[in-house]
């Protein structure tokens, strides 16, 4: 059953401390994104990558940081650098060939007191 | 500066009617576009999306039109069903990247 799976759900933290959010997809995609998303907005690029070893900053990567040493796996790290943290976070995978369809995880819930 | 707009927060429909779901954008340089549905704590579901060398795509109950010169586009969902109730978000493509627009709220009244 392929697809992309984003843990946890809900994620609570205090301010100050770094949290890292998983992304893992078996679709056998090449290319991974990090999103946000906050009420009555539309979906932030935070970072990208088009493949292992490699990855560019999105609109919005100040206080992020990703890493990509498996293909399946696209890990984000809020860090305490990130002013706003509390937000939806979504994982998106796509083929990256000719396929523009990314697809989407179900999203972490981040929650910063 | 918000290169993809959907200027209606919010839409409601009665079932069996037509939804019609607007896009506007601005830059020239976009050549794909994707239309996605959204639940509530869910990550957004693709849709349907059009070549910007293209005018219509059909798919089932969904058609969306793009009119490059007014740089628009548009979701039909024909006939509309309590199940199509979300958020709907445009795309548009420019490299490897997509820009969202903010969303609009399309509610389906029995």
């Known amino acids: 059953d392929g697809g992309i799976t984003q843990s946890p759900k809900y994620l609570f933290r205090k301010e100050g401390q770094n949290v890292t959010l998983s992304c893992e997809q078996n679709?056998?995609?090449?290319?991974m994104y990090w999103y946000r998303q906050d009420p009555g907005q539309g979906l932030r690029l935070i970072y990208y990558s088009q493949i292992v070893n490699d990855f560019q900053k999105g609109d919005i990567a100040e206080g992020y940081s990703v890493s990509r040493e498996k293909k399946e796996s696209f890990p984000l790290t809020v860090t305490s650098a990130q002013k706003n943290p509390t937000a939806f976070y979504l994982c998106?995978?796509?083929?990256?060939?000719?396929?523009?369809?990314?697809?989407f995880g179900p999203g972490t819930r981040l929650t910063v007191t | 500066d918000q290169q993809v707009k959907q200027n209606s927060p919010s839409l409601s429909v009665q079932e069996g009617r037509i939804s019609i779901l607007n896009c506007d954008y601005t830059n020239s340089m976009f050549d794909y576009f994707l239309w996605y549905k959204k639940y509530p704590a869910e990550g957004p579901t693709f849709l349907i999306s059009?070549?910007?060398?293209?005018d219509k795509n059909e798919d089932g109950r969904f058609t969306v039109f793009l009119n490059k010169s007014a740089k628009h586009l548009s979701l039909h969902i024909v006939p509309s069903q309590p199940g199509d109730s979300a958020v709907y978000f445009c795309?548009?493509?420019?490299?490897?990247?997509?820009?969202f627009g903010t969303g609009t709220r399309l509610t389906i009244i029995p």
């Open positions: 679709l056998n995609h090449d290319a």
């Open positions: 795309a548009a493509k420019r490299w490897e990247k997509l820009t």
């Open positions: 998106a995978s796509s083929s990256g060939h000719s396929s523009y369809e990314q697809y």
């Open positions: 059009i070549s910007s060398i293209k």
